[in-house]
């Protein structure tokens, strides 16, 4: 039996697959809008803001803020958690759940920090999906120690 014909077959199977995966695996990898440092000298975040994607991602060493600017309506920002549940000693476990903020038409709302066990995915990143993008802005603005 001549095998060339399924392994030709498999190879082909296997990059569309892969075709397929990819922008899902680099969507997950790599932030979509930048983190910037805040200083004692301020941050000028209009200037840094960045068209918000239905699913956003930034880079967060636990110190990170989002500022989001509202578009022409209210908006919903979910903030995806990657913990299930929290549990200390003598007190037991809570349940962990997304969270959802609403973003008034042409208003800044301010989230986290985002300690990194509960927000950041295996790449580093937390993941932001808004209800609406049109017209929002988003930054990330890490505050160091």
């Known amino acids: 039996m001549n095998k060339k014909p399924l392994l030709i077959a498999a190879i082909a199977v296997l990059g569309v697959a ?3 995966l990819a ?10 809008i930048s983190t910037t440092d805040i200083t004692t000298a301020g941050i000028n975040t209009a200037s840094g803001l960045q068209a918000a994607s239905p ?3 930034f880079s967060n060493t636990g110190d990170a803020l989002l500022v989001v600017k509202g578009g022409g309506t ?9 913990a299930t549940s929290l549990y200390q000693d003598g007190y037991g476990s809570t349940p962990l759940s997304d ?31 808004f209800t609406s993008v049109t017209g929002v802005s988003a930054s990330a603005v890490n505050v160091p120690q």
Do not use: D, E
């Open 55 to 57: 699913t956003t991602y």
């Open 18 to 20: 892969s075709a397929l």
């Open 99 to 129: 969270v959802t903020v609403s973003i008034p038409s042409a208003s800044i709302v301010i989230m986290g920090p985002f300690p990194q066990g509960r927000w950041n995915n295996q790449y580093g990143l937390v993941t932001v999906s």
């Open 23 to 32: 922008p899902v695996a680099n969507a997950q990898t790599a932030p979509n």
């Open 74 to 82: 209210t908006v919903s920002a979910t903030l995806k958690t990657q």
